[in-house]
């Protein structure tokens, strides 16, 4: 029974990683140039906006809150970014600036979840139709041309790797540092397992939900910087759907939309299940509308498998509280 559980342990630990290498073998067997370092380069780079997305949504769900906003706000901080880096000439003000508007957002969406008791999925919800208006009423619904060097941020190299898979490689280490090594780490995951009990055993919660809430704005704001500077222009219409990318990512890779569970590399991993098949469905040419069917296939799935594992979990942690009474209740006889 103990090899079993620890087998079982194991498997839901590193399945996510198992299915990454089947998936990336059968990619390779179905199209000879998807293991091309230029096609694999392409990948991380076509995920990265995302994927840096998706470490903000995996820090918001493990504490039991999402954000639905993240795409509308990165719409928002990037059209502000790339107009003030027009005006300025400044990367650093326009990288700051960015920063500092997906901040501000990300300050309203906490403080409607903690002094106002609004659910996460309403308050981001709000932010996500007030941020894109934002970003159509600033720029008259006009995508913003001939930004210059801006696209450096997101077009250029450092030592031959792209400069997005550099934040997003720097992004995972702060995101997998913060969860693993830092109080507010451990703080986010037991207010996510249990508000009432991490509250009782004295955790700020409102104070940690709102830390959650700034990390993910900063997260946000870089992707915006990233965004527009892959697309060479201010696009206040930009990122559609991108929410739902990383929430897609987040979950996939184990983060639990119960609370409680999740980690960096998880995410990361699938971020690359996500990206790998978007890739081969193009190579092998299979068309865009049954690319959407599959996706949104895989989001169920991926949905359908967090209730089964927490029923599960719920199981096991019964039973075991079960035979812990039953052999207290053989020593006292």
């Known amino acids: 029974m103990r090899i079993k559980n620890e087998l079982s342990s194991l498997m839901s630990k590193y399945s996510i990683f198992l299915v990454l290498l089947i998936l990336f073998i059968i990619c390779c067997i179905l199209n000879e140039n998807f293991l091309s370092a230029e096609n694999l380069k392409n990948i991380s780079t076509q995920i990265s906006v995302g994927t840096i997305l998706a470490f903000g949504e995996t820090i918001l769900i493990i504490s039991g809150m999402l954000d639905l906003s993240s795409a509308s706000v990165l719409a928002l901080s990037g059209v502000v970014s790339v107009s003030l880096y027009k005006s300025t000439e400044s990367l650093s003000l326009a990288f700051a600036a960015a920063v500092m508007v ?15 008791k609004t659910p996460s999925f309403i308050a981001t919800l709000a932010m996500m139709a007030m941020a894109r208006g934002a970003a159509l009423m600033y720029t008259s619904g006009q995508n913003i041309y001939q930004i210059g060097n801006y696209t450096v941020l997101g077009q250029g190299r450092v030592l031959g790797i792209p400069a997005p898979v550099v934040f997003l490689s720097g ?6 540092y913060l969860l693993k090594h830092t109080i507010f780490g451990r703080s986010i995951y037991a207010i996510g397992g249990n508000e009432e009990a991490a509250n009782a055993s004295g955790i700020n919660v409102n104070k940690i939900k709102m830390q959650a809430f700034v990390i993910n704005g900063i997260f946000v704001g870089i992707a915006g910087v990233l965004f527009m500077s892959r697309v060479n222009e201010g ?22 939309f119960s609370g409680g569970i999740g980690t960096a590399s998880g995410t990361i991993a699938g971020a690359f299940i996500v990206g790998f098949l978007d890739n081969i469905m193009i ?35 019964f039973s075991s509280n079960n035979r812990v009474k039953d052999s207290k209740s053989e020593q006292s006889i």
């Open 102 to 116: 997906s901040v501000c957002c990300n300050l309203i969406n906490g403080i409607m979840v903690t002094k106002f």
């Open 171 to 176: 992004i995972f280490i702060i995101t997998w």
């Open 235 to 256: 696009a206040p219409n930009g990122a559609n759907g991108y929410e739902f990318k990383a929430l897609t990512a987040a979950i996939i890779g184990g983060t639990s």
């Open 283 to 317: 190579l092998t040419g299979v068309g865009s509308y049954l690319q959407q069917i599959i996706r949104g296939a895989i989001i169920a799935l991926a949905v359908m498998y967090d209730i089964n594992a927490k029923t599960r979990r719920m199981k096991r942690k």
